[in-house]
């Protein structure tokens, strides 16, 4: 009879427990989200307190002084609104015309839930703050922002608001907006007029009535990264007048309107953006103009998959796009001089999978499950062209007969973003735990030696 000595158990509890991380990381990730509500609502005893309305500099020190908020408003030392709850019929928060550093944290905002109520917290022509962990819910408007610099608006669960979640009705500039929970709002999830230098991204935005992520006006040099979008009646992101900014690693779904819609984007890049079951079309180039759109995923789109509705010179390469109701790609009459290769369509539902309807569009080395063979000297190139839609009468000359076929000559220059999609978490996490199973093995072997 096998007798099992404790550093056998050790090793067979310590594997088990390892294998079971590597397998729920949903799980993992659910727990978080639901600690961060359970945190802000159950752990915390909120103090009551009347609305807090602040107009410069004087008014902030004063009311620091005065109820002995810690801080001094430096850089290295700033002053800490926290731990209170706030219940008002009107404004509850009010930070204006501030530039000394504030922080704002582990506070709840409620209200009547109807439109007397306004914002929950408005910031306007300030600067350097940090705002996190709050909850925000049942008022008109969760965050209203006006003309702000430097401001960090982290971690906050903001819901159930008869209006957009986060607005800014002016500029965001150097600022950053991450890892909110934004859910259950009668607008958008976060819209911006105008955004400079700053970066939109791992917010949770579900289940609102009007787009999940919109900078209406001018968008320069920002970042929106790694947001997950799901259940929105409009659409997934919008930017406009977009220039040098990024849409990169977003996850979308159940999208009613269009899931990407890029307006007027000059040097942009969207790439490793993912769009399942919906959306009007998956993404929407107009004007867009030396862009590069790649590595991008469009399944179960109810329309067209990429559609480039004008602009020039840009790429269009590296994206999956499968079972659109409509074509794969369609570039439109003011589509000019655009470039489109490498990608992969299977099964989207026109008559072709694409459609060229402009002028000096390229249109070369793509992959089509409907045009596979023949292939006779096996070089993974389809001996015929492939035959596009559209008045341009253009064609695709070199088919690929493999999805993962690698072509002689590749056009453009693939940069380092685009060369291969990134590794999925759940390869890094398996991976992580092998190591660290072999690691345990060797240490138990050693020691028993």
């Known amino acids: 009879m096998r007798i099992f000595t404790k550093e056998k158990i050790t090793l067979c509890l310590l594997i088990g427990l390892m294998v079971f ?3 729920t990381p949903l799980m993992t990730a659910g727990i978080q989200e639901n600690g961060q509500e359970s945190r802000n609502r159950a752990t915390i005893a909120y103090t009551a307190h009347d609305a807090i309305l602040l107009d410069g500099n004087a008014e902030m020190i004063a009311q620091a002084t005065a109820e002995s908020w810690p801080g001094d408003g430096s850089s290295g030392n700033p002053y800490q609104i926290t731990g209170y709850s706030f219940y008002d019929v009107q404004h509850s928060v009010e930070i204006r015309n501030i530039d ?25 022509n300030s600067a350097n703050g940090y705002v996190a962990n709050n909850v925000i819910f049942n008022r008109f408007r969760g965050l209203w922002l006006i003309d702000i610099n430097d401001v960090t608006i982290t971690n906050n669960i903001i819901e159930d608001n008869l209006f957009h979640g986060i607005e800014c009705v002016g500029y965001i500039n150097g600022c950053q907006i991450s890892d909110n929970t934004v859910r259950r709002n009668d607008g958008s999830g976060i819209r911006i007029l105008t955004g400079v230098n700053s970066e939109i991204s791992g917010n949770s935005i579900t289940n609102c009535d009007g787009t999940g992520i919109q900078i209406m006006g001018t968008t320069t040099n920002c970042q929106v990264t790694d947001n997950y979008i799901d259940e929105v009646t409009g659409l997934g992101i919008y930017l406009k007048d977009a220039s040098s900014s990024d849409v990169m690693h977003n996850v979308l779904s159940n999208i009613s309107g269009d899931g990407i819609y890029l307006y007027d984007p000059i040097d942009c890049e969207a790439y490793n953006n993912s769009l399942t079951n919906g959306g009007n079309n998956g993404m929407v180039l107009k004007g867009a103009n030396s862009g590069l759109f790649h590595n991008n995923s469009f399944i179960g789109i109810d329309c067209i998959g990429i559609s480039v509705i004008s602009g020039e010179s840009s790429i269009i390469r590296f ?10 790609v369609e570039t439109a009459s003011e589509a000019k001089f655009n470039e489109i290769t490498r990608n992969v369509f299977i099964n989207n539902g026109a ?5 060229d309807e402009g002028e000096n569009n390229t249109y070369i080395y793509n992959y089509y499950d409907d045009w596979t063979t023949p292939d006779v000297d096996l ?6 062209p492939y035959s596009i839609d559209g008045e341009a009468g253009n064609e695709d000359p070199y088919p690929l007969a493999d999805p993962d076929a690698i072509p002689p000559l590749t056009t453009g220059t693939i940069t380092g973003t685009e060369a291969a999609a990134p590794i999925p978490m759940e390869i890094l996490l398996i991976a992580g735990g092998v190591v660290a199973i072999i690691l345990v093995g060797v240490f138990y072997v050693k020691r028993k030696a």
């Not at 109807?114 to 306007?124: K, L, P, Q, R």
């Open 319 to 328: 994206n999956h796009i499968e079972d659109c109701s409509d074509y794969g």
């Open 379 to 384: 070089d993974q190139i389809v001996d015929t």
């Open 100 to 124: 000394l550093y504030w922080t704002f944290t582990n506070n709840e905002i409620d209200g009547p839930a109807d439109a007397t109520v306004w914002c929950g917290m408005e910031i306007s």
């Open 351 to 355: 008559s072709r999978q694409v459609c």
């Open 21 to 23: 991380a590597i397998g």
